[in-house]
């Protein structure tokens, strides 16, 4: 984890924050996990939240999600203590970074962003905020004209470098005449296959969407019900409004 501080703070060249979105390039489409089992969406948003707290959190903050609310998602106070407090030591605070967001402004001008809600403020027209993370999580490349030696397909001269290096590995991009991306080559393979690096992004965006409106998943499943009560009454209420008045002339 310390190795990732100081590459925070090798890349603080955080010109208004490392993830501005960039300028017409394609997104892809975030996987939807919401769809799978409520067993399987909770397993892929705690494989997230880990993701989330060992990568993300050593920079940026998620200063609105306590981690006592992963509670949410399946997980156990112990659990939360044994596993993913890092910068404190009490389930009941907030995710706060490493940094110290003072001397992170004192020292480079400018704080990192707060990713409580960046699912949400990064959607656009050419997609969603998950859309937008998944695809910038997984266009890195190595750039050595960068100072953190590297570039960003979605957003260029990003500011920010690639966390999930060791997982994704090395890549550069293969590009047509006309500077369209059209591959990718490995130069150096990571811990993950693409596959399972591909999956692993597809959890992290998943917990980040989660995070951003928590009830959203519980309130979107409660609504099908309501609805299904609501359209039973309707009929029911009908069936006794004719019987009622059927022997009315």
Request: hydrophobic share 40%; net charge positive; proline share 5%.
């Amino acid at each position: 984890m310390k190795k990732w501080i100081v590459g925070c703070v090798m890349a603080l060249g955080l010109a208004g924050g490392a993830l501005a979105a960039g300028a017409g390039f394609p997104l892809d489409k975030a996987p939807d996990l919401s769809k799978k089992s409520e067993q399987e969406y909770q397993a892929a948003l705690q494989n997230g939240a880990k993701l989330f707290v060992n990568y993300c959190l050593n920079c940026h903050s998620a200063a609105f999600m306590r981690f006592n609310r992963l509670k949410d998602i399946g997980l156990t106070d112990q659990q939360i203590k044994d596993n993913l407090l890092f910068t404190t030591d009490k389930v009941g605070e907030v995710m706060k970074s490493a940094i110290n967001p003072r001397q992170a402004k004192e020292w480079f001008g400018a704080n990192p962003p707060d990713l409580t809600v960046i699912s949400r403020s990064r959607a656009s027209a050419a997609g969603t905020g998950s859309d937008y993370l998944y695809t910038y999580m997984r266009t890195f490349y190595r750039d050595d004209t960068r100072p953190t030696g590297w570039n960003n397909m979605v957003f260029p001269n990003v500011g920010m470098p690639h966390a999930l290096y060791e997982l994704q590995g090395e890549r550069k991009p293969i590009l047509d005449e006309h500077h369209k991306l059209t591959g990718w080559e490995q130069v150096k393979p990571g811990k993950l296959s693409p596959e399972a690096y591909d999956a692993a992004i597809g959890d992290l965006v998943a917990y980040m969407r989660w995070m951003a409106e928590p009830a959203q998943h519980q309130r979107t499943r409660l609504g099908v019900w309501v609805l299904l009560f609501l359209g039973l009454f309707t009929f029911t209420a009908w069936r006794l409004n004719k019987a009622f008045w059927k022997d009315v002339k």
